[in-house]
């Protein structure tokens, strides 16, 4: 048995057992924990973690523990939680945003009336109601979580009023983020556009796409994707035989950094069957992969070529071993459908996808703002719109297609645009119903 400081815990060993070594100790509320590990080594690095939270429990206590200084414990057991990185990173954002306003104060003197104050100010700056109940929400998940660890003796009720932003501007803006009938086909016409570049240029007499993100764009548009989960698909995703593509993965970014992680909900991973024209957009994103590929192999053989006529001997070996350990990575990395136009034609990139989109939409002259996003409601609406009387349609299928939790998200969002849609039906005498 290893001898310890007093207070901080004993390993023994216990004969018969799976998990033999047993670690004890008592935290810093007194309370006795006891736990089994199969290695000693894991027994003192529980026993080392329990000391450091009796150690900030103690300095916490000692400070008088505020709000700012336990948000920092809150966000260490959340990562401990192995929470999504960017459910994390808007966590963090919204405890700090909390702490901006009432971090200096104990956590024994927040009240009701401290959390109304600060989503009061947080209007008067203009946020908008999902920040202000987000706000309130992390403020209770930390005073939540130090009433469990018994910094606090009870949860203070928050009897917090959330006021209404100005609604009517924001349907409006949600009603028109989606292309109607003629303006989808200037922006599909302008994805499929061509041009031959002008003599003495490297791709003289060739035909090339003016946007070369244009498929990546009509491909999102027809099949409803979330820009997240189209860059994400790869070609192993898509099969072939039934014209269905498998979502199951997001692409995200977090501090700058691009992360691939599971669907934020289950009713995110989904099997989608493809309607013509999103198969017609993928055969033509394959034949860019093709080229693309073809690109990347004489690439390959140029600077291997090069390599040979540069160096000799030893120099030469090591020489061409990076150029193919190069290669072997960028043609690890080239798999993506919604991929990038650019050598080395990795990953697609959010930026790039969403400059193509507004210089369209610049192009086409549409009178009013559409986001990549609402390519996303351009495609349910139409959808919904001219197929809701088909006898084979069927909403909750149709909500589950395009990766909505529920029926009555799908309703909320897309309802109302059946309603819109009247105005645009030009109707006789003769069509209208009697009294």
Known sequence: MERRKKGSGRITYVEDRKSPWRATVSDGRGKQKTRFFKMEKEAKAFL????ADASKLKALTESGVTFAAFSQIFLDEKKKSNMKVLAYKALEDQ?????SFMGTAKLIDIDSDMVQQMVFTLAEQGYSESVMTKAKIAAFSVLKMAAAKHYINTVPVLNITIPRAKKQDDDRQVKKNWLRDDELALYEAECRRTYVPKK???????????????????????TGLRLGEALALTWTDYDEYSKTVMIDKNTVYADGEKITQMPKTESGERLIILNR??????ECLR?????????IEQRKVEELRQAELKYFGPEQKSAKLKIKEKYAAIEREHKYICGSSTFPYGSGGHSSTLQTHKKICKVIGLSHAVTVHGLRHTYVTHYYLHHKNDPDFDLATFSK????SSIRTTMEIYAHLDMTQNRYIPRAMEDLKEF
């Open 48 to 51: 080392r973690d329990i000391n």
């Open 95 to 99: 405890v700090k945003r909390v702490c």
């Open 200 to 222: 003495y240029t490297k791709y003289a007499g060739q035909t090339l796409m003016v946007h070369p993100a244009g498929y990546k764009l009509l491909f999102i548009l027809h």
């Open 277 to 282: 024209q999103a198969v017609q957009d993928l």
């Open 287 to 295: 034949r860019q992969f093709d080229e693309q590929s073809r690109e």
């Open 401 to 404: 297609s395009i990766g909505h």
